[in-house]
C-alpha cells in the first residue's frame, strides 16, 4: 500500500490505530485517499489483493451498517448477516457475480468494492434482503438491471458505430 500509494503508513499495534501520511516521493492528488480507503477495506474483512482494486479511480469503497435495520437486537443482525451472505456464502456470491463488486461482511458492516454503478446495485440488492425481501425478487432485480446494463452498453456501441459511418 505504501509503495502503491505513496505514503507511510504507522499501525499502533496496542490500540489499533492506523497512521497514514505522505511518503517522500511525489503524490498524485488522490493516492492518500485510496491509502486510506484500503485500509479501510481491509480492516472491514477484504483481501489485500480484493482492496487493490480501489487502486483505479472507477471504484469505490462502500459501507453499510447493518444496525440501522436489525436495530439493538443480536439476533436480529445475526439474522439480517445470515440472509446476506446465505448458506455457504452463496447469497453473497451471487450478488457479487451479477454485480459485478466484491462484498465483505464483517461485524455489524456490510463493505463492498465496485464502481459506482456496481455498488450501487449491490447496496440495492442488500438493503432489500435486509429488509426481508425474498432472495428471488433481489436476484431478479440484479438480473434485470444486468440485463438493462448490457442493452443501453450494446446500444451505446450501436450509435457509436452509426456516427462513424
Not at 464502481?115 to 425481501?133: D, P, W
Request: proline share 2%.
Amino acid at each position: 500500500i505504501e509503495d502503491k500509494c505513496s505514503v507511510t503508513i504507522e499501525v499502533d499495534s496496542e490500540y489499533g490505530d492506523t497512521i497514514i501520511s505522505a511518503g517522500t516521493k511525489p503524490v498524485e492528488e488522490m493516492e492518500p485517499f485510496k491509502a486510506v480507503e484500503i485500509v479501510s477495506a481491509i480492516g472491514k474483512g477484504f483481501s489485500p489483493e480484493r482492496a487493490y482494486r480501489l487502486l483505479s479511480e472507477e471504484e469505490v469503497l462502500q459501507l453499510i451498517d447493518l444496525r440501522d435495520y436489525a436495530g439493538k437486537s443480536p439476533n436480529a443482525l445475526s439474522r439480517i448477516k445470515g440472509r446476506i451472505i446465505g448458506e455457504a456464502g452463496k447469497s453473497r456470491k451471487t450478488i457479487e457475480d451479477l454485480s459485478g463488486t466484491y462484498i465483505s461482511v464483517y461485524g455489524h458492516n456490510v463493505a463492498i468494492i465496485g464502481t459506482f454503478e456496481e455498488t450501487k446495485l449491490a447496496t440495492e440488492a442488500v438493503t432489500m434482503l435486509s429488509k426481508g425481501r425474498s432472495h428471488a425478487n433481489v436476484y431478479n432485480m440484479l438480473q434485470e438491471a444486468k440485463r438493462k446494463s448490457k442493452l443501453d452498453r450494446m446500444q451505446l456501441w450501436e450509435n457509436d458505430t452509426m456516427r462513424k459511418l
